[in-house]
């Protein structure tokens, strides 16, 4: 029964999605302003009931409903209630619904917050009534294509009979742990979120034209998905650190590039509308953004979905849902990029500024960003362009990201620091540089002094490479308190408006840091233990000490416990496992991790060999949790700007 | 109009030809970054003789196929048909890597479907798999003579794909041996 009322309810929330998107076209036809209201009621019930549909879908993994041939495949009598709930947007049909509820609710918090915005306690500005309709047609439209293809090509609740005691493929090991619950949300509600942001810039494309509080009200709409996708991403990294086994964190997978480009197109729009907000200019550039940073999250979903590239990510193939993606991207996409081709000169602005001025850092932000996206694109697509060309087959790795990807990084974190104190419209050179100076060369010379005193005191390797990084993140985290203390002594510009940058700018700096040291002081022994032996590794000795068996609902584990000390130190214990999962006999290993928040000690546990020893694997990653903690940082700066935006409107009110 | 106002336009409109392209291709085939290199230092317990392991000291001397299984896929049941039958021609040595998978199980598999392995190394956690690149299973790797990766093909090996793609490389390492 609940499987039949979940499809139905697809089917309903097809229904609605339709009338989102029509209905106003009438309306104008027929100059009513029912059909605009019929429009919205209707994303309210098309929300109602794709949430409706994915609470069936859980219903049905909590059942163990095996007649459903996608639970059947992701899910165990054995599994834990926790994953059961995880399992639901586990695999393509599931997550592919979950992409859908969250697309119809971010419109519904859209028409929620727009409709009411002002009596709520975090208060949007609504967009002007022409550019509201137009948006709302162009989410329903964006809502119809993948609800048809959740529908008909990715359906969760296709069922099989008979069932002939099946008890199910089970979950993916990899995918049994907490970050399934958390992670996937995150992410889409950062990817999906950014259909706002498109649905804005079409509008006003559509309109042929801006008005002055267009980006003001675009821009929540852009962070608040942007802070999403910094959580997700960092999320999946961390995850990705405690599942997999050998201590990394970032892979330049081409489903983690496909999270990457996103955030990096939005980071360059959401600094682009900033200015469109304060000065009014560049729109043709943040139009063009707002575009390319939705259509890199399809670009992203094309490519997890449709199996055009390899990666450890990747759904099942299907070449049918492939192509259906690549037809709606292009539709889509591409007629938003005609639109803008056609309309774009109706928006051009002279620029009223100066070329040292705020506006100039913030432009070449954007630009340098756009250029990080192309050479990671680049980077991914490649083995396609060759393979395409008939050329060589070849596949791209870390090399070539590392080569590329970090000088390009390198340049913006330099302006980072900076720009803050270069003011809007027009800015002297003198000024600025007595600003920064003290600031700037006690970077430099912390550049140069830190691999040594690293070498010297903590008797690291010399990696006089590593003080770039170190330098730079000083550099900024330095420069921008600077500002924010110079912004909080001043008489005229108010302190909180600035926070949500000063916040985010750290945040960034601090995972710099984090992926700098973690990168060149990192230390790694790999050997044969059998208990009883002790290793040491950077300062530490680690003592095999026992290994117990222990069981679980869907798994028996092996518990090899440790015992770390330090020096002086009294021992702590570390427990890695090696788990059996009973569905399918899958062997997993899940390592040991202690942290302290200056460094993480992590162990995992390889093959037993015949004479009862284990290799072992031992990694010191020194900062390495530092490098989410800059991530959740992001995430707060986006909360913060939005309670900025609270205190600008309430003002606004009382004058 | 201006051609440069539709640039981003043709930009988008040549990635979508090309993703239509890489549709119809095989992202199977694209080849680990081990190509050309060395099979990486490795040492497995065998499956048989658990007191005695496969390493890569065992890649010399000989062409060699190496082929990545589990009991757990249903595809390598398969491909098994197909692994007998070219085991008993004597070009090379057919090697077995067990992946993620339980060592009583896998002797069970083998007596039910067949044995066609010179040797097999269990590899229970997929530690070694990784160093390899493996993706899944099946995947099957071409040494050469001197311990070096040629080819991997990814997916079941069939008559057909046998014939076109890794027969000819097995001939031209047989070639460049002589």
Redesign the interface.
Known sequence: MIPQLGNFAIILALCFALIQCIAPLYGYAKQQRLYFQLSRTAAIGQFIFLAFSLVSLILCFLNNDMSVFYVQQHSHRLLPLLYRIGAAWGGHEGSLLLWCVILSGWTFVFILLSSLGNSFSISVLPPTQAIHDKIIIILGLISSGFIIFLFFTSNPFIRIFPLNGIIGEDLTPVLQDPGLIFHPPMLYLGYVGFSIGFAFAVAALWEGKIEKTWAKACKPWIILPWSFLSCGIVLGSWWAYRELGWGGWWFWDPVENASLLPWLAATALLHCLIVGEKRQVFYGWTLLLAIITFALSLIGTFLVRSGVLVSVHAFANDPTRGLFLLLYLAFLIGGALMLYGCRIHRFYQPPHFQLFSRETFLLINSVILLTAVVTILIGTLYPIILDALNLEKISVGEPYFNTVFVPIMLLLLLLMGAAPHVPWRTAHVHIFWNKIRTVFLISLFITFLMPFAYSKLFEFEYHPLAGIGIGISTWIILSTLKYAYQRWHSQSLPFLPASAMIVAHIGIAMTVLGITINQSYAQERQMKMSIGETVSLAGYTFTFMQLSKSSHANFETLLATFAVKKAHHSPTSLIAEQRIYRSHDQRFSKPGILTNGWRDLYLALGTSLPDGAWTVRIYYKPLVRWIWAGGFLLLISGFLSLMNYRHKQNNYHEH | ??IK?????IL??S??V??????G?H???????LMNETVPQFH??LLFN??HSLSNQDFYGHITLLNIWA??CSVCAEEQDFLLQIAKQNDFYLYGLNY???PA?AKKWLAHYGNPYRLIG???????A?DWGV?GTPETFIIDQKGIIRYKH?GALTSNNWETELLPIIKKLQMEAK
């Open positions: 109009m201006n106002r539709l640039l981003p336009f988008f409109i990635i979508i090309l993703f239509w392209r890489g549709l291709l992202p199977n085939e694209i080849p680990s970054p497995l317990p658990p007191a009991t757990w993620k998978d339980d199980q269990i590899d229970e956690t997929g530690q070694v990784i993706y990814v």
